[in-house]
């Protein structure tokens, strides 16, 4: 049994001495094949990857957009951007923001080969923000082309094509990012003042924003607008988190305006303040309320639809339809939802207690 063993040991040894010694002797005798297995084994982990980015999706809609310079007693005074978006006819559409143009006594727009022409203001709307220009059109014109915000999902690739801080430098600049969120609900003010008066549902992207830019598309990664860029929230803590308009949103009120069609928003017939603001201003009747949030009403004009339901100065408004109002920009929007001739429910705070009433709503008064 031993001697069994120590062949067997003997054997593998004598293997392992011979296999050795074939191995010298193949390198030895052929070093080129062992330098070309060793030289493509590393070839293979050497990978090179190429990025082209989105220069095509760019190139599709690059020369649509537009610098929209608004001017004021013959002199520039602000400039944003736009983008074509149809050509009906012998008339050319631009959709830019509606703060682009407001107030404005003339309205040029630059195109990416430097020329610049005089257009029509056809029409906007301040709420929505929209505003729709109009010229003749030329061969040259490029149009882009129109996606869904409602199809794109959180991460989808975006980009933003505008003309940020000065447009004669800087315009045709094209920014990257992603869809960070959708139908967020973000306050914004319609003047100069540090007060909330709307709130918009609009998309969010990390894609850079700058002034400038308000108006331009901020497209998918086939180069198909999904939004209209429109602002920013600007704060030393806050980093890249721009909002842009559903295009959807965008071209509902864009179609009314070209159309020649009223935008009718239902009223209430009253003066109101956020209940906070209001706690000031008529101090010390509102000292001690048991509730925190609400809109107050300071005014309520005769054969109004509040006043036809019954709602009187003094109230709190804090519901709508069952969903909290905690301000008056939110009440703006929750009402601005429904159309005019709708019955809607509103729970005002009166004398200790919530009273529900119903409002039948008419047609807005005129600013």
């Not at 969120?181 to 909330?196: A, F």
């Not at 999904?226 to 842009?244: C, D, Q």
């Not at 706690?279 to 009747?285: G, H, I, K, V």
């Not at 001739?341 to 600013?367: C, F, H, M, P, W």
């Amino acid at each position: 049994m031993k001697n069994e063993n120590l062949k067997n040991v003997l054997i593998c040894f004598i293997s392992a001495i011979l296999g050795a010694g074939g191995m010298f002797a193949c390198i030895y005798f052929s070093p080129e094949f062992f330098s070309k297995v060793v030289t493509e084994t590393v070839e293979t982990k050497n990978v090179s990857i190429t990025d082209n980015g989105i220069a095509e999706a760019v190139d599709k809609i690059y020369d649509a957009v537009v610098v929209v310079k608004n001017y004021k007693n013959k002199e520039l005074y602000s400039t944003g951007t736009g983008f074509v978006y149809e050509v009906d006819g012998k008339t050319v559409h631009i959709l830019t923001n509606h703060h682009v143009i407001e107030g404005a006594s003339e309205v040029y727009v630059q195109f990416n080969d430097g020329t610049s022409k005089k257009v029509d203001v056809v029409g906007s709307d301040k709420y929505a923000d929209i505003a729709v220009l109009s010229m003749e059109a030329s061969e040259s014109v490029k149009v882009a082309s129109l996606g869904s915000s409602k199809d794109v999902r959180v991460g989808d690739t975006v980009f933003a094509v505008g003309a940020p801080l000065d447009a004669s430098t800087y315009s045709g600049t094209v920014t990257r990012g992603i869809v960070s969120g959708k139908n967020r609900l973000v306050s914004v003010s319609l003047s100069s003042s540090n007060t909330s008066d709307w709130v918009m549902s609009v998309l969010q992207t990390d894609a850079a924003i700058n002034s400038g830019n308000s108006g331009g598309p901020l497209s998918n990664g086939n180069g198909e607008v999904i939004g209209i860029t429109s602002l920013k929230l600007v704060n030393s803590g806050v980093e890249g988190m721009g909002f842009a308009i559903p295009i959807e949103t965008a071209m509902e009120y864009a179609h009314k305006i070209v159309k020649g069609e009223a935008i009718e928003r239902p009223y209430l017939g009253v003066s109101m303040a956020n209940l906070s603001d209001a706690q000031y201003a008529f101090y010390p009747r509102l000292e001690n309320l048991p509730i925190s949030q609400g809109v107050y009403i300071s005014k309520v004009e005769g054969g109004s639809p509040a006043a036809n339901a019954g709602i009187q100065v003094g109230d709190v408004i804090t519901k709508l339809e069952g969903e909290e109002v905690p301000t008056l920009a939110y009440l703006r929007y929750l009402l601005y939802q429904h159309d005019v001739g709708d019955n809607i429910s509103v729970t005002v705070y009166r004398d200790g207690q919530e009273k529900d009433l119903t409002i039948s709503l008419t047609v807005a008064s005129k600013d």
